[in-house]
């Protein structure tokens, strides 16, 4: 039996106890704080099968023990006992059980733990085997103490050669797919179960019960009817929604570089297996956790594991304690973190759900979507207005019973009423609803990869934008020169000095200047000659383009200058020179970065091919020139060079400076258009970019970020120095942050939440997923967009376009309103029926609607228009409005009140119609009729006016119209008015055939409340946005 | 009538003070916009505090500035280079709005004729003073003059490494026993030194090197220098390190008695640096420095202040008032009326006199930064154009 596998699998009780996780007793009690509960922490539990199924089968035993579980991932065993019972007994028990069955239960030598988890499957493995006392760590968590050869040499494996394509597969079926476990889709069964696990079935239920006891079987029957259609609407709605959900948060097959069989190859993450020997390269996802073998610079971003934003330098030497926390093991790399920077090898330690990531995700367990706020706010609601109708029809119960009518018939009315009032469709309506709404992005290439992103969308109230990349091309070329005192354009790779055509090989410090760009130049040419593809940073790739176009023949100058030493720019130096060995014995030093710093290390420049002297004068003329160019958005590069005369001279001061090149990444299309449309829509903008803020303030101005006011930019190379508080404060107003690095991003991003704001921030590079991860809404790039921005983020725009952002932000807001519409139209309804009861009954006028009647209402009329609002199109003016307050309930007390006066209105043109019929025809079941068809028209009327809170009949806008809505409602009201014309449904509803004069008494009594609704409706709303308004602070004035 | 014996003491600050950096920002952004495009309108005026500068400025202008670097620079210049604050880490904000272009159009003001010099009214209302007086070479009282020789000598120490541990910061004070109306005695010195943190020295050797350093040389050439009885205090509130932006904070234009005649005479409450020429709050007070220093220079007294009063949407000033302190050889009505002859006091004249648009380009973009330390008037380093006493003769 190999410690291979013990390493892997095995826990570290019987370990150097230097680990953080065990702790020095065996039994040590975690929590007991509920009466008859507690949790335990057991030594040896902890990622050990075998125990745990040991122990779960001795607790039981103890007489005071009701029920034990054990996880072996926390090693905890949860415990319920008789409270009477003291827990240190039991404790004291527990810890004689485990001494008494020392061996039993928890093996001394793991050799001998034959049950452990997945043993059988594993054959003896020759190598280690031999020496079941070999020095090999028997804590999976000491790799990083180890050297890395001894690892090397523990897992099986070679640095150079790697796993053999035998042993792999051979691993592979000992240790099993490198994969996290996935939780299982909900069975359909579960869904359809899940219908009835609400509050308002449940009072249905009871309805049933009630009805069936009190003989009223066919109600009864109804309301099952009811339970059951409400269920299979909701599975259907549900299940669907389902798979959509389901389909969150996917991300494609991984693959990963390994070498094996001495071979570089990409396979896929899943067929990892430890003892693999990982090439790490920069933006590559560690697939596995492992041991760092060879570190070029290698940097990783380990935030989604230790929560450290700034990536970490991996180093190869063991660390001298085996105790440390993750974020301190600095050899190791593991699983799901990214490669940032540089290069590296390492060895595959652990895989799976034994990696550190896999553990964290067993330990969460779910890795289903939360519940979003809105449908929790949801599920309250829906409680709320149980209660709420529950104590009316008490209410009315009561009134009846005092009326005089008879107690049976009023308890069956009351509970019908109940039934009819409880608004069972709302969580149905929200979940559809915002699966309904990804799929329409998903039509418009907006990826939605979390649930409660659709509701986020639509309130985002700032978005950071990427410069690069988002609101440029990223395609970066140069478009002027300033050399021996010339400004001299570019325009289609042709040379232009003051609009007349020149040739830069006439020029020697242009020529010059071109050399030196290639030379400090680490671009590669790849291809023919005429033909070459460009590989490297944009800037580079700009200055090479226009060396080529030049007609420098860049892989002779390169092949006379070999390139002997490289120093990059670093945080302190923002200058990049290089080293070439020339002809003879001669060096050549080719300086290229930031002018201002390239300028100070100069003391000649080159004018006319003359070397002279710098002066002050010439200094000042080339800074105002760097300001210019800089002024007009171009990034601007200072070029000097030397050719010291002795190997080892090499004085900065003796640079010979050559001129600048400015270039330029040109913005897209309709970028300007779309910074107004955002602005319209109430969203700030916030630039990021690294450039200059002259640069950045020439863009902000292009595109108008600042909406008119002025342009607030904050320039900072060192964010993160920057107070917390203080960063908030200023963040709020800032319209570009310049200069900054994309690390800044994260505490941008936070910074605006710390004010209250709701943001969101695209972003697609690797550094980004911080920023990504932290933002109320990360949006990534679907095409330029690395794979890790694309984990990380909430909402993928595939098409790389921004403008899809804001067709996401409407559909947010769309889907968020329609919500609102259909609780809008449950709740207006609902009360209405309500109202007409308790009026009725409160008057003496008997009770309008019979228990089939409120059926029919619950069943018919209720859930399709409610349906077919949530499906509502976008309004007219939805991205004219400022972002809803994020802190405000979805249905708020002005609200109500609002909904309340609707169904009022309702009610009263239901009494009316009935009203007339009882004088007409002395009440009875003709009455009944005419208030059931009045009250039923005028709530599907009502679903019109719940289409818009502000927008009606009588408004100057209309709203697009609703295929859907039209259909339910025409459907619905069809069904409606077969109930008195279609005699077999007339007798089942106890409805009398109706004559003209009713008709109309019915019409006039639906009509008029809802035109009065609609009339009243853009009152309302204004009453509302001026209270608004009123808590505004005052627009601020200029002056002098 | 003026007081004949009495204390005075004035201070002055060195550059790398809050207060100093913020005024040397702000011009230089005015220097740079004049530099590019002479007829810029910039307002610029800063703030800063730790490790965070604020720029606010509007202009109209053709000319187009990195305005965070032109900050950077200066803050470069100054030799701060402490982690807390240093031109390349701290944070700058700019908030910047473009004014819109004057409908008219730009006239040279050495170029225009008598109506349209006219025509260019005050677009602001404004008290200016001028003063001067014969304390001292530069006809400045002599406590201001004594304390600006001091502040420039701290910070000259610093740049000529004969103090190397000194940080930018730096406050330095002169009290002046006047008899009879002339300075008597040096009653005290003052200077509150700051030093790099890394490089901490103890008082003693502070006290020595200032002493050796700044004092002894300043007063050098001095006709009137410490005596037995002369209070030095050096840091009398103990050692501060780094000082500087991480330890206070500084804004535009609260130095003004800096500025001006440190409060031996009236001065503007409004700041001077960070203007363009076009405002009179700034260039007013150079033109009655002009005046009083040309009726001192011309014996017409041994103090003279003159005041400047404009009303917006008048191009001459609603009232000229000079005060001698009862020193005049001539009626103060008498020399105001001289003045009036002599001195073209209207915005526009003001500008043509002191060629103020073309300054920085004559300066290569250092005329108004250079201003904004150790006062905008009597200065002899500059040759500024309203410290002549070319008019004195006229006067006499």
Known sequence: ?1040 | MMKQNFMFTSESVTDGHPDKLCDQVSDAVVDRFLQQDPFSKVIAECAVSTGILFIAARFASSASIDIPEVARRVIHQLGYEQADFNARDCTIMTSLTELPAPSYPFIDEREMSEEELESVTAKNQANVFGFACNQSPAFMPLPISLSHKLARRLTATRFQKQIPYLAPDGKTQVGVEYREGRPYRIHSITIVATQQKTAMRGLAPLHDDLNAHVIEPVFATETLRPDSRTHIFINPEGLVADGGPSLHSGLTGRKNAVDTYGEYSRHSESALSGKDPSRIDRVGAYAARYAAKNVVAAGLAQACEVHLAYSIGISRPVSVQVDTFGTGRIPDTEITARILDHFDFRPAGIIRAFNLRYQPQLFRGLFYRKLAVYGQVGRMDIGLPWESTDKAALLR
């Open chain 1, 1 to 1040: 039996m190999s410690l291979l596998f013990d390493q892997m699998q095995r826990p570290s009780f019987f370990g150097t106890g230097a680990t953080e996780a065990e702790p020095p007793e065996p039994v040590r009690i975690v929590h007991a704080a509920v009466e008859g509960r507690a949790r335990l922490k057991i030594r040896g539990l902890y990622r050990s099968e075998s125990v745990r199924r040991k122990l779960e089968s001795a607790l039981p035993r103890h007489d005071a023990i009701r029920h034990a579980s054990a996880n072996v991932l926390t090693g905890r065993v949860l415990i319920v006992f008789d409270p009477a019972r003291d827990l240190e007994e039991i404790k004291t028990w527990l810890e004689q059980l485990l001494l008494d069955a020392g061996h039993e239960i928890i093996p001394e030598n793991p050799i001998d733990d034959s049950g452990s988890l997945r043993s059988s499957q594993r054959p003896g493995s020759p190598v280690i085997s031999s020496d079941p006392n070999s020095v090999l760590p028997q804590d999976r968590k000491n790799w990083h103490a180890l050297p890395g050869d001894t690892v090397v040499a523990a897992l099986e494996t070679s640095m150079e050669f790697g796993l053999s394509q035998a042993s792999v597969e051979r691993k592979l079926g000992h240790f099993g797919v490198n994969s996290l476990p996935e939780t299982p889709p909900r069975s359909g069964l579960s869904i359809f179960l899940g219908q009835f696990k609400s509050l308002p079935v449940a009072l249905l239920g009871v309805s049933a019960v009630l009805s069936a006891a009190t003989g009223g079987l066919v109600d009864a029957a109804v309301i099952l009817g009811v339970v059951l259609i409400n269920a299979g609407t909701g599975y259907v709605a549900e299940s669907q929604s389902e798979r959509t959900i389901n389909a969150l948060g996917h991300v494609a097959e991984q693959n990963a570089m390994v070498i094996r069989d001495a071979r570089l190859l990409e396979v896929p993450a899943k067929s990892l297996v430890p003892g693999d020997i990982l090439v790490l390269t920069p933006g590559a996802r560690v697939a596995a956790d492992g041991r760092v073998l060879e570190s070029r610079n290698l940097m990783v971003d380990e935030s989604m594991l230790t929560g450290e934003s700034l990536p970490v330098a991996k180093r190869v030497s063991p660390l001298d304690q085996p105790d440390v926390s993750l974020a301190d093991r600095l050899n190791m790399v593991y699983m799901g973190t990214v490669v940032t920077g540089g290069s590296g090898l390492s060895v595959v330690v652990s895989t799976g759900r034994y990696t550190e990531i896999g553990t964290i995700q067993s330990l969460v367990g779910e890795t289903r979507p939360p519940e979003t706020p809105m449908q929790r706010q949801l599920a309250i609601l829906g409680n709320q207005m149980v209660l709420l109708s529950l104590s009316i029809c008490g209410a009315m119960f009561l009134i009846g019973l005092v009326r005089g009518h008879a107690w049976l018939q009023m308890l069956k009315t009351s509970i019908s009423l109940a039934v009819a009032a409880v608004p069972e469709g709302l969580p149905t309506v929200a979940t559809t609803t915002l699966a309904l709404g990804i799929r329409t992005m998903n039509r418009h290439k907006v990826l939605v990869r979390r649930l409660d992103a659709v509701e986020t969308l639509g309130a985002v109230q700032v978005i950071c934008l990427d410069k690069t990349g988002t609101l440029t091309l990223n395609r970066m070329s140069v478009l002027a020169l300033h050399s021996g005192g010339r400004r001299i354009t570019v325009d289609s790779d042709v040379f232009y000095d003051a609009g007349v055509r020149i040739d830069p090989y006439q020029s020697d410090e242009l020529l010059r200047l071109l050399h030196v760009a290639v030379l400090c130049n680490e671009v590669e040419l790849n291809g023919e000659k005429g033909n070459y593809l460009l590989k490297g940073s944009a800037t580079e790739g700009a200055l090479m383009h226009l060396a080529l176009a030049a007609g420098v023949s860049v892989e002779a100058l390169r092949q006379r200058y070999p390139r002997e030493q490289v120093e990059y720019r670093t945080e302190t130096r923002s200058y990049m020179s290089t080293t070439h060995s020339a002809q003879g014995d001669g060096k050549l030093v080719a300086v290229k970065g930031n002018p201002v710093e390239v300028l100070e290390m100069c003391g000649w420049w080159l004018k006319d091919g003359a070397r002279l002297p710098l002066t002050q004068a010439e200094r000042t003329v080339i800074l105002m020139e760097n300001d210019r160019m800089a002024a007009e958005a171009l990034r601007v590069l200072g070029f000097a060079y030397v050719e010291p005369k002795q190997a080892d001279q090499s004085s900065a001061d003796e640079l010979i400076w050559l001129g600048m090149t400015g270039m330029a990444d040109p913005l897209r299309q309709g970028m300007k258009e779309l910074i107004a449309l955002f602005h319209q829509a109430g969203i700030d903008t916030v630039m990021i970019t690294g450039d200059q803020s002259g640069t950045a303030y020439a863009i902000g101005k292009e595109l108008g970020l600042s909406g008119g006011s002025e342009l607030d930019i904050l320039d900072s190379t060192r964010l993160d120095q920057l107070d917390a508080e203080v960063l908030a404060g200023l963040a709020q107003k800032v319209n570009i942050f310049s200069r900054v690095s994309p690390a800044n991003k994260l505490q941008i991003v936070q910074a605006l939440q710390r004010g209250g704001k709701i943001a969101a921030m695209t972003g697609d590079g690797i550094n980004d997923g911080p920023a990504l991860k932290a933002a109320d809404i990360g949006v990534a790039m679907g095409g330029t967009g690395t794979e890790v921005a694309r984990s990380v983020a909430d909402v993928i725009l595939e098409d790389d376009n921004l403008r899809t952002m804001i067709v996401a932000v409407s559909e947010g807001r769309t889907i968020y309103n329609n919500i609102r519409k259909s609780i809008h139209f449950l709740t207006a309804t609902n009360l209405s029926e309500i109202m007409l009861m308790l009026g009725s009954v409160g008057t003496g006028l008997g009770t309008p609607l019979t228990t089939s009647h409120l059926l029919w209402i619950n069943l018919v009329t209720d859930i399709f228009p409610g349906l077919a609002l949530a499906v509502e199109p976008p309004e007219p003016d939805v991205l004219q409005q400022p972002p809803r307050d994020p802190g405000e309930p979805i249905v708020g007390p002005a609200d109500f009140k609002r909904y309340g006066l609707e169904s009022l209105t309702m009610a009263a043109g239901s009494m009316g119609g009935y009203g007339y019929a009882m004088a007409r025809y002395g009440g009875g079941q003709k009455a009944s009729t005419i208030a059931f068809m009045t009250l039923t028209m005028g709530q599907l009327l009502h679903a019109y006016s719940c289409r818009s809170d502000h927008i009606g009949i009588f408004s100057h806008e209309t709203l697009r119209s609703n295929r859907y809505l039209d259909l339910a409602s025409g459907g619905t009201a069809l069904l409606q008015w077969a109930t008195v014309l279609v005699p077999g449904v007339r007798s089942l509803l106890g409805n009398t055939p109706i004559g003209p004069l009713d008709v109309a008494a019915i019409g006039a009594g639906s009509v008029l409340p809802f035109f009065l609704n609609e009339a009243t409706k853009d009152a309302a709303f204004k009453d509302k946005r001026r209270k608004e308004l009123l808590s505004l602070p005052p627009a601020p004035r200029e002056y002098g």
